[in-house]
């Protein structure tokens, strides 16, 4: 990604969840001439987190950023800031992104268990979803798995560790999910 | 990135509500098979079935496993056998069935369907060669599926053919008779028989249809009835529109899992995607059911009044779901009233609530007719006759496909259960009115002409 300007900062946020986080945050930014090149929000059980990149015409002290959006104590905004470097490109192997889904009684160490076994084999989570209702505990995640991995294999390794856990454990090809949800489906 | 409510529903539908995709049918034309001598004839089908059908079901596991959904039936659809018995006698009938059930079973496949014959405007001697050999080929061999087409909207209905199933019928019911006369389960008796259909027992490649394609067929009674109690359970009262709005979203979205399956299993196969059919299948297992669809739409018993209007409503909504999610849609797409392989309809039946006649009404208006219904066996070969002709008729005049899958149990009379098992479910006896009242017209023979295509009132 090319930024607007050439002193950028990513910026993370983390608050409790009201009306008017956004817009105090980019007030901040735009009083500074900053413009926001890139921004992903999300809430979970109440929280607010944001990671947005920004960038600057003259560089700013990071530490002195975040204190500015941070503004008044009262607003309880916890708020990271550092330069960002775009990251490096490394040549990637081919993947493909599948989607796992484990449900079962919750219990300590189940997104260990899981995530563990997945960077043991190079797996990628893109995005993970977790939730407790009652006693039981849903994990989903998006991953990108290298092209050289036997599925069948990953798939019952997973079995076996759900069976371990008392757990249900499916990994299924994004394009079951993309077929059934979106109108547009290239294939 | 995906939603995780897109990934739940889907998770849902495929997981809690049994959506499975209930055929992958090959249809591949086996016209050079044809062959002056039976010997070369049988090795020629032999090779050629095993040279493209041996991977079908190792390559439908692996696409299975890679979307984690089951694939229920592997199967294969042929060319009419009519055209490779053309110049043969009734002795090499038999040698063919008894080939395509070998190589069948040597690939995994469950059934092959196409032992097939189309005599709508009349029977040459090859079609009569298969006709005459049912009662031999389905008691005498396990995958065999075979389908004669009686009627089109072009050229009538032939009552000669029609007058010929009838006994047809009865002498395979005898021939199977400790089956419980089981070998009419693998028999339909069609109109406008559809050239892509992928679903037994009725799978034949039709004229125009490629060397090889991978045909689709999918469940989803379960995933409708699902979806309808959701919207239902909501407490707020939804109109019948609403609700078939709710059936058309979930059509939808069933119809893509089936074309996103046959299209990969198309390309590993190096063959022709051909279609997705959207009939809704039911098979014997609590809830996936159509009976249910139509219960949980409001029709208390089913073949009460309002079931015909109810059954219209599901079949329109599925069809525009699935014509919308697909490019590809053939076969029958309506909706399937099979009445020993749902359980709600087989329990209507036995209840005495729904009859043969009401089902009739019902198949007007949805496809594919009067299928999986078992009959007293006594039942006259004319009488038989005289329901095909009227269902045949059905399809003629609305421009549809329609047929008849009856099972005439030897020695069982009204009331009486049957138990086919697995998919085929079973079914209680039903009566037939006015048995025998119908010979003097089916005996006239000859064809109803084609109706005529102005004054469609």
């Known amino acids: ?64 950023l975040a204190t500015e959006i941070r503004g008044d104590q009262a607003t309880g905004f916890q708020v990271v800031a550092r330069k960002f470097v775009p990251p490096v490109v490394k040549p990637v192997a081919a993947v493909d992104r599948f989607v796992l889904t484990a449900f079962g009684k919750d219990k300590p160490g189940i997104v260990r268990r899981f995530s563990e076994y997945l960077a043991g084999k190079d797996i990628n989570i893109l995005d993970l979803f977790a939730h407790r209702e ?54 | 990135m995906l939603r995780t409510d897109e990934i739940l529903s889907t998770i849902q539908m495929l997981h809690a509500e049994s959506l499975d995709v209930r055929t992958v049918t090959l249809a591949l034309n086996l016209d050079d098979c044809a062959a002056p001598s039976m010997d070369s004839l049988c090795r020629k089908l032999r090779e050629k079935i095993t040279g493209r059908a041996s991977r079908l079901v190792e390559t439908c596991n692996k696409v299975g496993r890679k979307y984690g959904i089951p694939i229920v039936n592997k199967r294969l659809a042929i060319t ?33 369907g196409g032992f097939s014959a189309l005599v709508h405007k009349g029977i040459t001697p090859a079609d009569a060669c298969v006709m005459r050999s049912l009662p031999e080929v389905l008691s005498q061999t396990k995958r065999v599926c075979a389908s004669i087409n009686v009627a089109t909207t072009k050229a009538g209905v032939n009552m000669d053919a029609i007058g010929e199933m009838g006994r047809i019928i009865l002498e395979i019911a005898a021939a199977t008779a400790a089956q419980k006369g089981f070998g009419c ?48 359970a909501l407490g707020k009262k939804l109109t019948l529109n609403e609700l078939a709005e709710e059936i ?34 039911p098979t014997p297992k609590v809830g996936d059911s159509v009976g249910e669809i139509l219960k949980t739409l409001g029709i208390a018993q089913i073949g009460a009044p309002g079931s015909t209007a109810a059954v219209a409503m599901l079949t329109d909504a599925v069809k525009k ?10 076969g029958m797409s309506g909706a399937f009233i099979p009445v020993s392989e749902d359980e709600v309809l087989d329990n209507a039946v036995t209840k005495g609530w729904l009859s043969l006649e009401k089902l009739e009404a019902m ?40 047929g008849v899958r009856l099972i005439p149990v030897p020695g069982a009379k009204v009331g009486d259960r049957v138990e086919y098992g697995g998919l085929f479910g079973g079914a209680t006896i039903m009566e037939v009115r006015n048995s025998g009242a119908s010979a003097d017209f089916v005996n006239h023979g000859g064809r109803i002409p084609a109706p005529i295509q102005s004054l469609r009132n």
């Open chain 2, 363 to 402: 198949t007007s208006v949805c496809s594919v007719g009067l299928d999986m219904i078992a009959i007293p066996g006594n039942t006259p070969a004319e009488t038989i006759a005289a329901i095909i002709a009227d269902e045949a008729t059905i399809g003629v005049v609305n421009n549809k496909t329609t």
């Open chain 1, 134 to 187: 009652g006693d039981d505990f849903l994990l989903i995640g998006q991953v990108e798995i290298p092209a050289t991995r036997d599925l069948a294999l990953l798939q019952a390794d997973l079995e076996q560790i759900a069976a371990e856990e008392a757990f249900t454990v499916k990994l299924q090809h994004e394009n079951i999910f993309v077929a059934t949800n979106q109108l547009r489906f290239e294939r």
């Open chain 2, 185 to 232: 389960a693998k028999l339909v008796v069609f109109a406008n028989i559809p050239e892509d259909n992928p679903f037994m027992a009725g799978a034949y490649v039709g004229e125009g249809e490629p060397e090889a394609a991978v045909n689709i067929g999918v469940s989803g009674p379960n995933v409708v009835v699902s979806a309808l109690r959701r919207r239902l």
């Open chain 2, 80 to 112: 009419p056998a009519s055209h490779l018995l053309a110049g043969h006698g009734q002795a090499a009938a038999l040698a063919v069935a008894k080939t395509l059930d070998e190589a069948t079973a040597a690939c995994g496949i469950d059934l092959v």
């Open chain 1, 1 to 64: 990604m090319k930024t607007q300007f050439p002193n950028a900062y990513v910026l993370n946020v983390l608050t409790g969840d009201h009306p008017g986080i956004i817009a105090a945050i980019t007030r901040s930014v735009n009083q500074r001439g900053g413009n926001i090149d890139a921004c992903s929000q999300t809430v979970v059980e109440g929280f607010f987190t944001l990671i947005m990149v920004i960038s600057f015409a003259k560089p700013v002290e990071p530490d002195a």
């Open chain 2, 248 to 281: 058309k979203l979930t059509s939808f979205r069933v119809t893509r899992v089936g074309e996103l399956v046959g299209r990969e299993v198309a390309d590993e196969l190096g063959i022709a995607f051909g279609i997705v059919d959207l009939s809704l299948a």
């Open chain 2, 321 to 330: 779901g699935g014509a919308f999610a697909s490019s590809s849609v053939g």
